[in-house]
Each structure stands twice: as structure tokens, then as C-alpha cells.
């Protein structure tokens, strides 16, 4: 028996949030937000301008595999902030996990070869990639807790080779801009969600 009917103290709880620290591969999702600047490198339309003027990328993760497969996870990534270089400099150092996970890349390794893969063309080139993430959480914007992803875990760890499916990631050099090489993962279908998570979970300093 899995407990009494009229005590459910020791029910499951209902949250729906992803525990801190899970790791797991995802599929990112960039949605367009119509915000370019040439000058930054900021083309394709990805970026997202708030009402603060911080600008953003607006991902989407999608959980590939695990108990939560199929699960959605929302985060911006910052490119810049009137506040300071803070937020910008934590959404460089998050894209540089990223493609350290995607395309097998030791976060130590500062060969040639290794620089030429954590460089892009675009935007474009990072919608659609695959990589381990940590998920982490956050708050809402009404306070309440929320999944966020603010690391990728690199072939450096352990449980990496794994997660990844014990294949290495192939790279590919990027595309032309415009142009992407990324597929969805397979079964999937990058859907919209009903509504936009807006600027949820933005640090203070955004």
C-alpha cells in the first residue's frame, strides 16, 4: 500500500520543476525575437530587445532523453545589459559550453582545431544544437521556482560520453549566415508554446 487516503503527508510532491543539478542532453531551439546589429554580430533576427534595452537570446531546450524526455526548458541568454557587462559575459561564457559540449571539445583545449570550433557564423549556427546540459532553477517572475539551463557539462566529465550517447559529436564547419545545418532531434517537432515566457527569470542586472 502506497500510503493512507486520509493522510498525504507522505504523498509524492506535485512540482513540476526538474531537480537542481540533473544533467541531461537537450536539443536548443533559438526563438527569433527580430533584434539585429550588424556591428555586434547580432544578425538572422534571433536577437530579442527588452523594454530595459537588454538584449537577449530567447532559447527553448528541449530534454532528449531520461525520466523527464520530452521535457521543455525556457532561459535567455544574455548579449547585453545597460546595467553592465555581467549579463553578457555570463551568455558568452554559456555559449562557449555549449559548443564545447556539442561538438566534443575539452574546455582546456586551446589548440587551433579547438579555437576554429567554438566560433560561428551566426545565431543560425547555434539553433539546433545538441549538448549536455546542467539544469539549474530559478525564479519566475512570480516568484515562483522555474527549470533554467546556465551550464553545459563538456567531454571533461565523467558521466559526459554517456549522456551523449558514447559517440563523439561529428562537427561540421558552420554555414553560410542565414543558413543552418542543424536538424531536430528525432520524433520532435520545435512547437511553440501557447505562451511566451517573456523576460521570466531575468537576473536583476539585465
Request: aromatic share 8%; proline share 7%; hydrophobic share 30%.
Amino acid at each position: 500500500m502506497s500510503g493512507l487516503w486520509n493522510d498525504f503527508n507522505s504523498a509524492q510532491s506535485n512540482t513540476n520543476v526538474i531537480p537542481k543539478g540533473t544533467l541531461a542532453k537537450v536539443h536548443m531551439t533559438l526563438r527569433p525575437g527580430g533584434f539585429d546589429d550588424a556591428s555586434q554580430g547580432w544578425t538572422g533576427g534571433y536577437a530579442k530587445r527588452g523594454t530595459t534595452g537588454s538584449v537577449y537570446l530567447d532559447a527553448e531546450f528541449t530534454v532528449l532523453d531520461g525520466p523527464y524526455a520530452k521535457r521543455k526548458i525556457w532561459s535567455l541568454i544574455g548579449l547585453y545589459s545597460p546595467n553592465g557587462p555581467n549579463w553578457a559575459n555570463m551568455g558568452r561564457g554559456l555559449i562557449r559550453g555549449i559548443l564545447n559540449s556539442a561538438r566534443g571539445i575539452s574546455d582546456k583545449d586551446n589548440s587551433p582545431e579547438a579555437q576554429a570550433k567554438r566560433r560561428i557564423n551566426g545565431f543560425a549556427n547555434l539553433d539546433g544544437l545538441e549538448f549536455v546540459a546542467r539544469i539549474d532553477i530559478g525564479k519566475d517572475t512570480n516568484g515562483e521556482e522555474k527549470n533554467e539551463i546556465r551550464a553545459a557539462v563538456t567531454p571533461d566529465h565523467r558521466d559526459y560520453a554517456t549522456l551523449m550517447g558514447a559517440i563523439a559529436p561529428q562537427y561540421t564547419a558552420p554555414s553560410a549566415p542565414g543558413h543552418t545545418h542543424s536538424q531536430a532531434p528525432s520524433g520532435q517537432q520545435n512547437t511553440q508554446p501557447s505562451a511566451t515566457p517573456g523576460t521570466a527569470g531575468r537576473p536583476s542586472w539585465a
